[in-house]
């Protein structure tokens, strides 16, 4: 029912010579792909990245946008001007905006529905630290931060939102949460999201995992009912060990 999705978030990666080449050794290892295939790219790759695609199953992402459509924000971008750079994807919220950037719910929420009613389809990064785990309060922070992320968009319009479940204690950490943990808290998100927009909504919506998932773990993690694609780091700077992951 939910076709699954699989982005790479390349994080502070790649000149765009380099991006450039990554994409073209892509292509041919995904163009059969079953799933959505997301490069999330630094912004001065967006033309070179946008170019090699062009007529490709491979879509364009970005990794932060902000609220405003214009005005004194130096260095942010805009939803037009990302949609200008042939962008369609962005991701929102991730843990490393959080923790370095001064991200907070509040303005997750914000540039999310700025991306969504701007046309583009928003990857909303939610999940919680490892002492948060360890005292019990993981159902209670990612309810929280899917309910608030959401806050002021329409069921109708969830259909351009993808969740993406990062646990912050398995980023970038080789921990990855066992696939039944994973599986376990995607579904209460599936959850907060029925309670805040209905049942179909919370059906149709797609939720991705996104600590850790590599060619070794996908299988595992894809197989379980509520996990719908991954956001994909470290795996998805060399095409090879993306093409694993998409290829699941």
Request: charged share 20%; hydrophobic share 45%.
């Amino acid at each position: 029912m939910r076709k699954p999705i699989i982005a790479g978030n390349w994080k502070m990666n790649k000149t765009p010579a380099e991006a450039a080449q990554l994409v073209t050794d892509l292509i041919p290892l995904v163009k059969d792909a079953a799933c959505d295939v997301v490069v999330c790219t630094p912004a001065v790759c967006f033309a070179a990245v946008s170019e090699a695609i062009k007529g490709t199953n491979i879509k364009l992402g970005a990794q932060n946008v902000h609220f405003e459509a214009k005005g004194a924000f130096t260095g942010e971008l805009s939803a037009d001007m990302l949609k200008a750079s042939g962008c369609e994807y962005v991701i929102i919220g991730h843990s490393e905006r959080r923790q370095y950037f001064g991200e907070t719910d509040k303005t997750v929420n914000l540039r999310t529905v700025a991306a969504v009613k701007a046309g583009l389809k928003a990857i909303v990064c939610v999940g919680e630290m490892k002492d948060e785990r360890e005292a019990g309060y993981t159902d209670i922070l990612v309810t929280y931060q899917t309910q608030m992320a959401l806050h002021g968009l329409t069921a109708e319009e969830l259909d351009n939102v993808v969740v993406a479940y990062e646990p912050v204690w398995a980023i970038g950490t080789g921990l990855t949460a066992t696939d039944e943990q994973a599986n376990e808290t995607i579904g209460v998100i599936r959850k907060a999201i029925a309670a805040q927009f209905g049942e179909e909504a919370a059906a149709k919506i797609r939720i991705q995992y996104g600590g850790s998932m590599k060619g070794r773990n996908v299988k595992g993690l894809m197989a379980q009912p509520e996990i719908d694609g991954g956001l994909i780091g470290g795996a998805s700077l060399k095409a090879a060990d993306f093409a694993q992951v998409v290829n699941f």
